[in-house]
């Protein structure tokens, strides 16, 4: 079974900037597609980045410029470096997986941006 961990979320102040990190369990980390989500109250569930396994990422647009994407595949970890951050992008974020036609998900961690 296949277990995503997210931390680094919290609150900031419009302007600031967090890091969310999501460890993986599991082999083959290197050779799935890692993305991040994002479901803010009353909303649908909306991909925010996501980074394949030879590095190519892609960006929802409301997001481009601001965040970055990257994993690490010696620590089976991916990240969400978040600048700029506005009282839009608050969410619960979670860490997705994907293995062809199955994938995984993160428990979420809330991200909250103050005005």
């Known amino acids: 079974q296949v277990q995503l961990m997210e931390s680094g979320g919290g609150l900031v102040q419009a302007g600031g900037s967090l890091t969310l990190s999501c460890a993986a369990s599991?082999?083959?980390?290197?050779?799935?597609?890692m993305g991040w989500y994002r479901q803010a109250p009353g909303k649908e569930r909306e991909l925010v980045a996501d980074i394949r396994s030879g590095g190519s990422t892609r960006y929802a647009d409301s997001v481009k410029g601001r965040f970055t994407i990257s994993r690490d595949n010696a620590k089976n970890t991916v990240y969400l470096q978040m600048n700029s951050l506005k009282p839009e992008d608050t969410a619960v974020y979670y860490c997705n997986q994907g293995r062809g036609q199955r994938e995984y998900w993160g428990q979420g961690t809330q991200v909250t941006v103050s005005s």
């Open positions: 599991g082999n083959g980390f290197s050779t799935y597609v």
